[in-house]
């Protein structure tokens, strides 16, 4: 069965620093990962996905992911945060025939 | 190329009533999914319809079911609800069946049992 943690239920940043988002996944298949991001009210925006063609990831507004598979994680990453970029969270995995198992998600806060 | 659109968008209801919820996909995309948010329990997969075709389903119990039209427009029903079935329920639709393909989310119906 597939799972996903994420570590940290809130993560605080500077705006201007880096942002480091922690998800750790079990699947007993070669999994296929995703970052998504959930503003206020609203549903579920891709950032990014992994499906093995390269364990480095680039996403929409500056986010990257890299796939270790030794660690058997896919941290979310971005140089430097954007008060935009607050908001929740989620990574996700699916074998391929699954749903979407999701993280119980990381409220990243931007501190001016 | 509109979105995913769900209606309605609040719901509330009593414990006892039934309730259905409609999720129409972006146009030519032929899998609609079905996911429950709760603070709780978080994002939980409740099923996946491609074709008409229930293809994938979640551990929620036989009072959620769904139905995917011709169209590709896709319904859920909740019987028998319970205070616990209080939550945002997303719908994604993508070009084919399976987890595995890039998912566009709608922006859920809220539903409140009282």
């Known amino acids: 069965a597939q799972s996903v943690t994420q570590l940290g239920s809130h993560v605080s940043v500077s705006e201007g620093a880096l942002v480091l988002l922690r998800c750790n996944y079990s699947?007993?298949?070669?999994?296929?990962l995703f970052w998504y991001v959930q503003y206020p009210n609203q549903g579920l925006q891709l950032l990014l996905k992994?499906?093995?063609?390269?364990?480095l990831v680039k996403g929409i507004n500056g986010f990257e992911a890299e796939f270790k598979k030794s660690e058997t994680s896919f941290h979310l990453t971005k140089p430097s945060a954007h008060m935009s970029d607050a908001a929740e969270y989620f990574c996700?995995?699916?074998?391929?025939?699954?749903?979407?198992?999701f993280g119980k998600g990381t409220h990243l806060i931007i501190q001016p | 190329k509109a979105g995913v659109t769900q209606t309605p968008r609040y719901l509330i209801k009593t414990r006892g009533q039934q309730v259905t919820l409609s999720c129409s996909p972006i146009?030519?995309?032929?899998?609609v999914s079905w996911y429950q948010q709760t603070p709780g329990q978080g994002l939980q997969f409740l099923f996946e319809?491609?074709?008409?075709?229930?293809?994938n389903k979640g551990n929620f119990p036989g009072r959620f079911s769904g139905r995917q039209f011709s169209n590709s427009r896709s319904e859920m029903n909740v019987s028998t609800l319970e205070l616990g079935d209080s939550a945002l329920y997303l719908c994604?639709?993508?070009?084919?069946?399976?987890?595995?393909?890039?998912?566009?989310f709608g922006p859920g119906t809220r539903l409140t049992v009282l």
């Open positions: 992994y499906t093995s063609a390269a364990t």
């Open positions: 319809y491609f074709s008409e075709t229930q293809r």
């Open positions: 699947s007993s298949v070669p999994p296929y």
């Open positions: 146009s030519g995309h032929r899998s």
């Open positions: 994604a639709s993508s070009l084919a069946a399976g987890g595995h393909n890039e998912q566009f």
């Open positions: 996700a995995v699916s074998e391929r025939a699954s749903g979407l198992t």
